[in-house]
């Protein structure tokens, strides 16, 4: 009986760990610049903060989620900022429930597991993910460092 109750701790410690509410991530469409070319040969250039309702209005965001579309963006915007962050294509596409973020010194991790595409002919589509974080919490995100890391 006793061995059991200590895999159940055990079991409980890695299993249902606390997920980071700091991070919120959620797959949307947003407008991209109008740029010649090929938009996606350097989608860096695309990611962005947005911390006001003008810059969401202007980026035109469109969340997949249509509950999001309701927020009232001036209240929002208040104690929240987004990351917008174009992510994967040719052999692999991530899924926002797939990604999360951790804070280390100067430094915005944000990690994602992504699915490969195993087909023969084709390539995955590029996802553009927002990723929303408190910004009375994390006052000086603007000056951290982003790094995407592959799970």
């Not at 991070?23 to 740029?35: A, D, H, I, P, R």
């Not at 195993?118 to 974080?133: D, N």
Request: with cysteine.
């Amino acid at each position: 009986m006793k061995n059991i109750l200590i895999l159940f701790i055990v079991f409980t410690f890695f299993c249902c760990k606390p997920k980071n509410e700091d991070f919120k991530f959620y797959e949307c469409e947003f407008l991209f610049s109008e740029v010649a070319g090929n938009p996606f040969d350097s989608i860096d250039k695309y990611n962005k903060w947005v911390d006001n309702k003008q810059d969401a209005i202007n980026l035109k965001v469109h969340f997949n989620d249509l509950e999001l579309n309701k927020r009232n963006l001036n209240s929002l915007y208040k104690t929240k900022a987004q990351y917008f962050f174009i992510i994967g294509g040719g052999g692999i596409w991530v899924q926002a429930k797939n990604c999360r973020a951790e804070i280390k010194n100067d430094t915005l991790f944000i990690i994602y597991k992504p699915k490969w595409n195993r087909e023969p002919v084709g390539e995955a589509a590029s996802t553009m993910i927002c990723m929303e974080l408190d910004k009375t919490k994390y006052p000086n995100y603007r000056e951290l460092t982003i790094d995407y890391i592959q799970e």
